[in-house]
């Protein structure tokens, strides 16, 4: 399984742009660990949001990048754990057709994605995995300008 290195989406003609549309249950983490995505291990620190989405998959984001990606569901206060709704943050995505490997970021966690699965470019360098189905019913194209 090859790994990925050195991608940049947004210079890739089979990439596009999407944009997450879902609902997801976030808790922040009290203590630093580990949980395991269908994609790979997600190593959290304190204070990390620990997600579940609609479609029950979890994963971990930094508590940096989760307040630029999430807003809370009113009444909830924001930085509580409760419901938080995804910000419509344009990613640049492209369909895999072969299983693959890629660093979430530099020194991060390798993620495990199979062929048809969604590689997603969140910045530079800071890369997810979304399973074809999972996208298909929380990822919408913009169109193209």
């Avoid at 944009?19 to 790979?40: M, N, Y």
């Avoid at 989405?53 to 009113?74: L, P």
Wanted: charge should be neutral; hydrophobic fraction near 45%.
């Amino acid at each position: 399984m090859p790994e990925l290195k050195d991608i940049d989406l947004s210079r890739d003609a089979a990439a596009a742009l999407y944009v997450k549309d879902e609902v997801v249950a976030a808790v922040f983490a009290i203590t630093a660990g580990e949980l395991a995505s269908r994609e790979g291990p997600n190593r959290y620190s304190v204070g990390d949001a620990l997600i579940t989405g609609s479609t029950g998959d979890r994963w971990s984001v930094s508590r940096q990048r989760f307040e630029a990606k999430y807003e809370s569901v009113a009444p909830l206060p924001a930085g509580a754990d409760g419901l938080y709704r995804a910000r419509p943050v344009p990613v640049f995505a492209r369909q895999m057709t072969q299983a693959f490997s890629v660093a979430r970021c530099a020194g991060g966690d390798l993620l495990q994605g199979a062929a048809q699965d969604w590689l997603l470019q969140y910045a530079p360098g800071d890369f997810g995995i979304v399973q074809d189905a999972r996208f298909r019913q929380v990822y919408r194209r913009l169109a193209q300008a």
